[in-house]
Nanobody, 118 residues
C-alpha cells in the first residue's frame, strides 16, 4: 500500500484545514486508516482512525469535537477535517494504513505540515 497525504498549511487559531490521504496498491487488505502527528520535540501521537468497512471512528481526547475523520471507499481516500485549530495542533501529520488488523506498523504517508499561528 502506498499513501499520499496532502492538505497541510498555515492557518490562524480557530481556523480549519482538511487533510487528504489517497491509498493505492493493495488497498483491498486495508482494515483501518489513521492519522498521527509529531510536534517539534515530541513523540508521534495517534490522532484519529476509521475502520474501512463499517466506518467506525476513534479519536484522541484532545481533538474530539474538533476533528472529523472520514473516508471515501471509491477513491480510497481518507480525510481529516480539522476545525477550531489551536497552536498545539501544530505538527507534521501522517496518514497510516493498518492491513488486516495487524496495527499501524509498516505503511505510512510522507507527512504534511500543519502550522497554527496564535
Amino acid at each position: 500500500v502506498q499513501l499520499q497525504a496532502s492538505g497541510g498549511g498555515l492557518v490562524q487559531t480557530g481556523g480549519s484545514l482538511r487533510l487528504s490521504c489517497v491509498a493505492s496498491r493493495g488497498t483491498f487488505s486495508i482494515y483501518r486508516m489513521g492519522w498521527f502527528r509529531r510536534a517539534p520535540g515530541k513523540e508521534r501521537e495517534f490522532v484519529a482512525a476509521i475502520y474501512w468497512g463499517g466506518g467506525s471512528t476513534v479519536y484522541t481526547d484532545s481533538v474530539k469535537g474538533r476533528f472529523t475523520i472520514s473516508r471515501d471507499n471509491a477513491s480510497r481516500t481518507v480525510y481529516l477535517q480539522m476545525n477550531s485549530l489551536k497552536p498545539e495542533d501544530t505538527a507534521l501529520y501522517y496518514c497510516a494504513a493498518d492491513l488486516q488488523g495487524l496495527g499501524f506498523r509498516d505503511y505510512w504517508g510522507q507527512g504534511t505540515q500543519v502550522t497554527v499561528s496564535s
